[in-house]
């Protein structure tokens, strides 16, 4: 380890190398960066690890020496020779790290700020996966500001190195994970797992060949500049009521918001199905349950609100959402390049390949903490006033119509639409975000028709930009 | 793989128990006085758990996966699997 005024040099040396095909969870990020283009810097993971005593620079840089060390993940570059892409897990090299100063800043803001600048850059194949800063402040280093490439980690690996780093910070030795990505590869070659995977698509086969080719109906318009944009909502309202309609109806929080989105969805593409990708953590065998790497697949879910609309309401809506859900989740175990096939395959007999570009992505899933138990006697209409909407990211270039993202901060639920404004304009979305709430809201008191949905929600149907 | 019924329902408890990382007790899921999902199994724990028995048994479970939510309906379902 050698250290300037500036930066530093960390030399790792782990217990292995090799090189293997990419597990299914690469598969799905290498063809997701591909699609993305110039706008693949938008799957990049942003991170930031505190330094929670005090610590010297020598002893957190030993830290970050052996997390790199414990994960192959973290020192595995990628390549895509003739007969496809492979990882390639280096045994030893050198990370360089720059030291940060924060003056008048907060570390750990100075930290989260500057873990985004670096997310904005792309990772080529050949680069490490990680990027990183120590952030200094009166001579003491008090965070890692990260960036990490998508194909190195998911939500969930984010969450296992931070537990790695409290237990490294405590001076526990730490052994190489028992479960890397190269073992990942090969039980994903086994007969039980190519068998999940055929059977995951025959599953999806019926739905693509049934689902409607575009996202919206209507043609593309003027979209704004970025084209791409975020918007955001904070309401303490909506987790406590998310929580008490779960109970109520016997079903998991995700499958609320599941249903709320997809009811809203579809009412403003006015259709009767509501077909999206769930972002979903797959992390469903045991020994990837504690494995540092990119797991994740897409779900695809299709719920017909057809049927619905004659009588049945959201609490059916809600209770169909977390079957048609499971079901979806449950045919998620496939090879991505396989699947893709058969998807290209589809788009020849259909005309072209049917856009799937709506997404569900939960990232608390079933960890969500019950907001409700908190506030069991709050007045929750009333705290809809507090509730807030804003501008959260834009982008210039990215592949998705419509993504719905459902996080939760502290005390509150935090709910996020990305729009492609070509499809469809920023105030709409604003009032979908306020739609579900009020869905989900009004939920508490009243049983909502399905046809009532559009009413409730204080949205219409959308059928492009007005002339 | 055949094994005696009361073997199944202590395997499959036991897989309950695992797949629920301990959420919901072997015991809890033999008692069967409640369903999987009151005790605590979530979603992803139901698609683990139908993952085990498919690997451990070498059946296929079939789509209907919110029919599962009951043990002893499960367990029946699993021994029918079986003796076919």
């Given at each position: 380890m050698t250290v300037s005024a500036t930066s530093a040099t960390v030399a790792f040396c782990g217990a292995r190398d090799g090189e293997a095909a990419l597990t299914w969870g690469q598969r799905h990020v290498w063809r997701a960066l591909r699609l993305h283009?110039?706008?693949?810097?938008?799957?990049n993971c942003p991170w930031v690890l505190p330094v929670y005593a005090r610590r010297d620079l020598g002893a957190v840089l030993t830290a970050l020496r052996a997390l790199i060390e414990r994960h192959e993940s973290l020192r595995t570059t990628f390549a895509d020779p003739a007969d496809g892409p492979v990882q390639r897990v280096a045994r030893s090299g050198e990370l360089t790290v720059l030291l940060e100063q924060a003056k008048q800043e907060r570390p750990l803001e100075l930290a989260e700020r500057l873990a985004a600048r670096m997310s904005e850059e792309i990772f080529a194949?050949?680069?490490?996966p990680l990027r990183c800063r120590v952030v200094v402040k009166d001579g003491r280093p008090c965070a890692l500001a990260l960036a990490f490439s998508h194909l190195a980690v998911d939500h969930e690996a984010l969450g296992l190195l931070s537990a790695d780093w409290r237990r490294l910070q405590r001076g526990e030795d730490l052994p190489p994970a028992s479960w890397q990505p190269m073992d990942q590869t090969e039980l994903e070659a086994t007969e039980p797992f190519q068998a999940r995977s055929a059977r995951s698509i025959r599953y999806w086969q019926p739905v693509l060949d049934d689902v409607p080719l575009d996202v919206f109906g209507h043609p593309p318009g003027r979209?704004?500049?970025?084209?791409f944009i975020e918007v955001a909502m904070e309401s303490a309202a909506l987790g406590i009521a998310v929580g008490q309609l779960a109970k109520r109806w016997g079903v998991s929080t995700s499958s609320v918001l599941l249903a709320a989105w997809a009811t809203t969805l579809a009412a403003v593409s006015d259709r009767q199905q509501a077909v999206m990708l769930l972002v979903h953590s797959?992390?469903?065998d045991p020994r990837t349950r504690a494995m540092v790497g990119t797991v994740g697949q897409d779900s695809l879910f299709a719920l017909d609100l057809g049927d619905t609309r004659g009588g049945t309401d959201f609490a059916a809506a809600c209770r169909a959402a977390e079957r048609a859900a499971l079901l979806a989740y449950r045919n998620t175990q496939y090879d991505p390049f396989a699947m893709w096939a058969v998807r290209e395959e589809t788009g020849r007999r259909r005309g072209r390949e049917p856009d799937l570009n709506a997404f569900f992505n939960d990232r608390l899933g079933s960890g969500r903490p019950d907001l409700s138990r908190s506030a069991p006697d709050a007045n929750v209409p009333g705290l809809t006033g507090k509730t807030r909407t804003y501008a959260s990211n834009s982008w210039p270039s990215i592949h998705i119509r419509v993504m719905f993202t459902v996080g939760t901060m502290a005390g509150a639920s935090e709910l996020s639409l990305i729009v492609d404004t070509a499809y469809l304009p920023r105030d709409i979305a604003t009032s979908m975000l306020l739609g579900i709430e009020a869905l989900i809201v009004r939920s508490l008191t009243e049983d909502i028709p399905i046809a009532a949905v559009p009413q409730v929600c204080g949205i219409a149907a959308y059928r492009g930009h007005r002339l | 793989m055949t094994a005696p019924a009361g073997d199944v329902r202590s395997m499959l408890a036991d897989m309950i128990a695992d797949a629920s990382d301990g959420e919901v007790s072997a015991a809890q899921a033999l008692a069967g006085d409640h369903s999987l999902t009151a005790l605590g199994l979530t979603s992803l724990a139901l698609i683990r758990l139908i993952d085990a028995i498919e690997d451990t048994f070498g059946v296929d479970l079939g789509?209907?996966?919110?029919?599962?939510?009951r043990f002893d309906a499960l367990a029946s379902h699993l021994a029918e699997l079986l003796s076919a």
């Open positions: 283009g110039p706008g693949q810097y938008f799957l194949p050949e680069d490490w979209p704004e500049d970025p084209r797959n992390r469903r | 789509p209907d996966m919110l029919s599962y939510d």
